[in-house]
């Protein structure tokens, strides 16, 4: 910043200065004026408006536009941390009477499971809050010397006809790789066989491509280990993005088929040789349409607690995502943050415990651990009339109850105020979301999306 100029006059020593100094004086005065306003415009300039438009090129270019209005549910002031669980019982199903409205624009997969009908409803009800549908139909099996792909007795083309009449939703069913990993990323005819297995049948079912799901079974395996297998396994995903691409969408031919690959979170504080990282995002780039993080499982039937943390969220995403500006960052808007919209039921250990050793990770349950989906929630809350808390920490509500054995459970399950916080870290990163899977949730969660 330029110095402060010193603007004293220097007084005669006898006398007043002649009218002609005075003058001199205050053009002086001017010119120094002048330069400073010069000196302050050149501040601004470089320190404030150029950083500005820069956050402002940026957004543009890389973060989905949002719609800032107030949902139903915040407008009828039901998101809040203090909640109880009369409140959840009488307004669970409450939703806005326009169920295609869409409260933010980035996109939105949403998965879809056979066992699970409730998820077909929810997807015909509100297809157009949705920009993916994923129902999990497919696995990638190896047979003999061979592979075969099953699956299609679990695709219902009359659901995908519905909803196609009600609005523009990608449907791309997941398909699950659980041929042996090894032999079928060394032989060629065993990669082309699984990309052209996937290929046709996108093509003889209409669909808009896939969702495939494998790194966490090449994990598993342990092949991701070695350098050589890893960077097959990477040339693999994308041969299949490509032989995608090179085929038209049946609905338009502007738009070709699109593949969406799921990706697990870190499960340490640095990445290992294993983990999908920046460099990985970064290679499958051209080839991969979006990736689905898995930002949820945090808790465990060992370390009972938080589904999935709202600081642990950030933290995967800054790993994968890198500072602002590098190169892994701009792919932020391909990112689909998951979003469980299920809890868990943790039976916990017999004898003294504290509610505090749940939260530091360090208490254990010895008998039962189970997910729990909605009408599992509610039925919990109508017998026992908990006492519902808010964990400022994971930005989750939380329960705890005594069953009929007299046993202690802790009961994790979304509220509005998670997924609504959940949904603003996304907006704030420029990623769309993924949910898993929609048939759990309760209907007052579609009124935020």
Known sequence: MAKRRDRRVVQSSGRRQA????????????????????????????????????????????????????????????VKTDLNYQEILSKNSKVSNNASHRQYTYPVLAYITPWNSKG?????????????????????????????????????????????????????????????????????????????????????M?????????????????????????????????????????????RSSKQPLQLVYVIGPPHSEKLQVHDFGPEDLQSLNDAVDGFSLMTYDFSSPHNPGPNAPLKWIRFTLQLLLGTTGSDAWTQAHKIFLGINFYGNDFLLSEGEWHLEDIFKSVYTFRFWWGAIIGRDYLSLLEKHKPDLRWEEGS???????????NKNHAVFYPSLTSVSLRLEEARIWGTGISIWEIGQGLDCFFDLL
């Open 395 to 405: 930005a989750e509500h939380f329960f705890l109850y005594v069953d009929d054995e």
């Open 19 to 78: 009218r002609g100094d005075t003058s001199t004086q205050v053009d002086q005065f001017s010119e120094s004026a002048a330069s400073d306003r010069k000196l302050i415009t050149i501040f601004v300039s470089f320190f404030i408006v150029i950083p500005a438009v820069s956050v402002l090129v940026y957004c543009i270019k890389y973060v989905p536009n949002t719609y800032r209005t107030e949902s139903h549910a915040h407008q009828e002031g039901r």
């Open 206 to 250: 209409e669909y808009d491509g896939i969702v495939l799901e494998s790194w966490s079974r090449w994990a598993a395996y342990g092949i991701l280990r070695d350098p050589d297998t890893r960077n097959k396994a990477l040339k693999f995903i994308k041969q299949l993005g490509h032989a995608l691409h090179s085929v038209s969408s049946a």
């Open 120 to 204: 077909y409803e929810m997807a015909k009800r509100f297809t157009n809050k949705f920009t993916h549908l994923s129902p999990v139909w497919y696995d990638l099996r190896s047979q003999g010397t061979d592979l075969i792909l099953q699956g299609r007795h679990n695709a219902d083309k009359g659901w995908i006809s519905e909803l196609r009449m009600k609005g523009d939703a990608l449907v791309l069913p997941r398909v699950v790789l659980e041929a042996f990993p090894k032999e079928m990323l060394i032989k060629k005819k065993l990669r082309d066989k699984a990309i052209e297995l996937i290929v046709s049948e996108c093509k003889e």
